[in-house]
């Protein structure tokens, strides 16, 4: 099983951001502390998890590296009173640049045997664009610092089809991190969420978003440069070098079970799936009892396997799942991949989506919605 907690607390709030998020120097530590130990303590009794082993841990943010290495000493003392922490967990720590508090040393002392670091792009101007609050040399220390500090497992974010962004600065930004001596690559086309400042800026002839032709064109050079330097392409947004796909990722494409604490945090225990408040005070005031809660039946948990399942370069078994599930199923793929022959295809009993097919994948993803109750 996995661990996801999450941390809000931020230096300051990205004009494209839309997490639960809340402004570091106005953040009570201790109180933040004690309910998201009490939820801990909470979740663990109601889903029965004492003694569960944990073969990931994942701290998610805001921006976790704002809280000092005691506090994640603190944290995993109280985890290690409930459960196992297997000797090969994966535990990730979320970082950006000038916004780490501690030495990374310190931070890998505590438990932490790798690193997601907010990069988003190695050009100050789009830096700006973006509101980020650290400089293309900030990001470089940032990740040789962790480096030197004993993390062997690094990942970067990178963010693309954003207002002033071109194919040729975003190809130098792939091609810079390609340079680096990190494991991982996470890319994140620019959503603009509803409320935010980047919707109200983007309205506006001052910043203009790439048109669909240079979005796509973005996607493609960015599969294709990263392909080159030996990252595979696992995951619609993820990248990695051999044996370094995160674990984390990889369990809930896998509708793998996961608890997860702290504000605006979504946890899956099958069949039960929840939601935290995403407001920091409404969620402290009462971590579980502000929380909402549904049954994920098992025809759903299904039909979630396959549409995950095909966001992923190991795609879906599809003799495994009429197992699993006691379901006919594959006459129905067979004439899925007749429809769509060149995005579907079926090797030994695996299906699997081309990677190239991804980015548009709805509309072959909604033939699995109602698939279970009518076959």
Known sequence: MHLYIHIPFCASKCIYCDFTVQLNKYGN???????????????VKHFELKGTTLDGIYIGGGTPSLLPAAFYHRLFQRIQHHCRIAPT?????????????????????????????????????????????????????????????????????????????????WQKTLDGACTLPIQHISLYGLQVEPGTPMETLVST???????????????????????????????????????YHS???????????????????????????????????????????????QTVSTMERLE?????????????????LEADYQKSLMPFMIDLVKQYPQALRMDNGTLTLHPSYWPVSNTILSHFIGLADSV
């Open 205 to 243: 002839p001052a910043y203009p978003m790439p048109n669909d032709d240079t979005y796509g064109d973005m996607k493609a050079a960015a599969a294709q440069t990263l392909a080159n330097h030996g990252y595979t392409h696992y995951e619609v947004s993820n990248f990695a070098k051999p044996g």
């Open 247 to 293: 674990r984390h990722n990889t369990n809930t494409w896998q509708q793998g079970n996961f608890l997860a604490i702290g504000p605006g945090a979504h946890g899956h225990l099958h069949p039960h799936r929840y939601a935290n408040s995403s407001t920091v005070a409404h969620w402290q005031a009462n971590p579980i009892g502000n929380s909402t809660a």
């Open 89 to 169: 967990a994966e535990v990730t720590l979320e970082a950006n640049p000038n916004a780490v508090t501690d030495a990374p040393a310190a931070y890998r002392a505590a438990g932490f045997n790798r690193v997601s670091i907010g990069i988003q792009s190695l050009d100050d101007a789009e830096l700006k664009t973006l509101s980020r609050n650290h400089s293309q040399q900030a990001a470089l220390q940032c990740i040789n610092d962790f480096i030197h500090g004993g993390f062997s497992n690094v990942s970067v974010d990178l963010m693309y089809g954003f207002p002033h962004q071109t194919l040729a600065s």
């Open 304 to 320: 979630n396997t396959l549409i995950f399942g095909l966001r992923t370069h190991t795609g879906v078994n599809i003799p495994q």
């Open 29 to 43: 530590h201790k109180v933040f502390e004690e309910s998201l130990f009490n939820e801990l303590d909470e979740r």
